[in-house]
């Protein structure tokens, strides 16, 4: 009686009975910084949210308190252990069990609206909108086969991988022709998708999305204590300059070309120091700095939680990291981006990712290289160090604020279901 009344609020209100299907988990630090905001924003919105995840083993405590943050917010959770081996076999048994899962929560209740996150979870939803007549918002994230076929995750001249690349080439266009509502995350995106779809051309459906940022959380911010903090905790010394690099290291990320940034910077400033925060190992990190002829003293590499980011920031004179410049990340909107921008940090990155050209072409504290030769790094630490007060326009803060994603999720959501 209770339920059947709670549904009645959500569809008087123009409110969504929302699924949402992803294949990270919540308790990933992609999961804190590009699932959690989103969905408890739009659960304050009023619209009621079930998640169903697949986490890693973080061990029973994440997950309870996972679990609290959750209900906290008034979202419903059901999760599932993640695996990794063997591969292929391992992704096809997940998702027969986000299927199950997801189809079971179907016939106890009735939902609008099957949410996937990325291509996998929508192959789901796709199934799951036929059978039970919902509506699907597929939320492609990116383009994800060409992801892993240049990130050389998947090779395509080995024959298993070239019948799996071709299957998931079936599947990707009936999910851009079939789903109720595409979301993308770059202007980019939605050129090269909607060309020769005219049905997807349509503004109402597909929205551009970037990945967004708390800009309660991120924020500029100074001090001396924080400063002191954080070079105390990493054995840096007071006079040191950082240049923060944050997030995963490797695959598309042009870590070598961070590393000769570095090299070149000390040349200006021997004060430089590069922080890197990644989950990656130290090694890694360190393996490329001595392939590019940074010594170890002038690398400092940390893991930290999302929450932490923002003080890192806080203290970084320049941020940088690069993107390999391939078909696939021109879909691409790197959470790195909108934090660092929240966060007022100089930024040197490269040209030919997502809308990155455009979003950051006549703004003076940001630096964009066409290439990574010496000369072309040079340039843009002496753009980047030659600055007072750096300052991000308002136009671009506002563009990557978590407010204004969540609008646009509020206003799908409310679409499908008047």
């Known amino acids: 009686m209770l339920m059947a009344f709670a549904n009645a609020l959500i569809l008087f209100y123009g409110m969504a009975k929302v699924l949402y299907l992803t294949y990270d988990g919540m308790t990933d630090p992609l999961g804190q910084a590009q699932i959690w905001p989103y969905l408890s924003c739009l659960r304050d919105r009023g619209h009621s949210i079930t998640i169903v995840s697949f986490e890693k083993q973080v061990g029973e405590e994440r997950l309870t308190a996972q679990r609290a943050q959750l209900q906290s917010a008034g979202i419903r959770w059901k999760s599932f252990p993640y695996h990794k081996r063997p591969a292929i076999f391992s992704t096809l048994w997940d998702l027969w069990r986000m299927r199950q899962g997801a189809s079971r929560i179907l016939r106890e209740e009735k939902f609008d609206i099957v949410h996937a996150r990325s291509y ?3 192959m789901v939803g796709l199934v799951l909108r036929r059978v039970h007549k919902i509506k699907l918002v597929f939320d492609a994230r990116g383009f994800w086969i060409d992801e892993r076929i240049e990130g050389k995750i998947w090779n395509p001249r080995n024959p298993i991988f070239k019948l799996v690349i071709g299957y998931l080439r079936q599947w990707e266009q009936r999910l851009f022709a079939s789903a109720d509502h595409v979301v993308l995350l770059t202007e980019q995106a939605k050129k090269l998708v909607t060309a020769g779809r005219p049905a997807l051309a349509q503004p109402d459906r597909v929205t551009v999305i970037p990945c967004c940022v708390d800009v309660s959380l991120f924020r500029p911010s100074s001090g001396e204590p924080l400063r002191q903090k954080w070079f105390d905790r ?84 320049l941020a940088v990291f690069f993107i390999a410049p391939v078909f696939s990340k021109q879909a691409s909107s790197p ?58 326009s308002g136009e671009l803060v506002g563009f990557f604020a978590l407010g204004k994603g969540v609008d646009s999720y509020d206003k799908i959501y409310k679409e499908l279901t008047s």
């Open 120 to 122: 996998l979870p929508a």
């Open 234 to 317: 990493l054995n840096i010394a007071p006079a040191r300059q950082v240049i923060l690099y944050h997030g995963s290291w490797g695959t598309w990320y042009l870590t070598r070309e961070v590393m000769r940034l570095m090299r070149i910077a000390k040349l200006e400033n021997q004060n430089f120091i590069l922080l890197v925060a990644t989950p990656q190992p130290a090694a890694l990190v360190l393996a490329d700095a001595q392939a590019e002829g940074v010594a170890t003293e002038d690398v400092r590499v940390v893991s930290v939680g999302h929450r932490d980011i923002p003080e890192l920031l806080s203290v970084a004179r």
């Open 335 to 392: 959470t790195k981006l909108g934090e660092i921008v929240a966060c007022g940090v100089p930024l040197i990155t490269n040209t030919g990712v997502g809308d990155n050209d455009r979003l950051l072409r006549q703004e003076s504290a940001a630096a964009l290289v066409d290439d990574f030769s010496p000369e072309s790094l040079k340039r843009a630490v002496r753009k980047m160090t030659s600055i007072d007060v750096p300052q991000f």
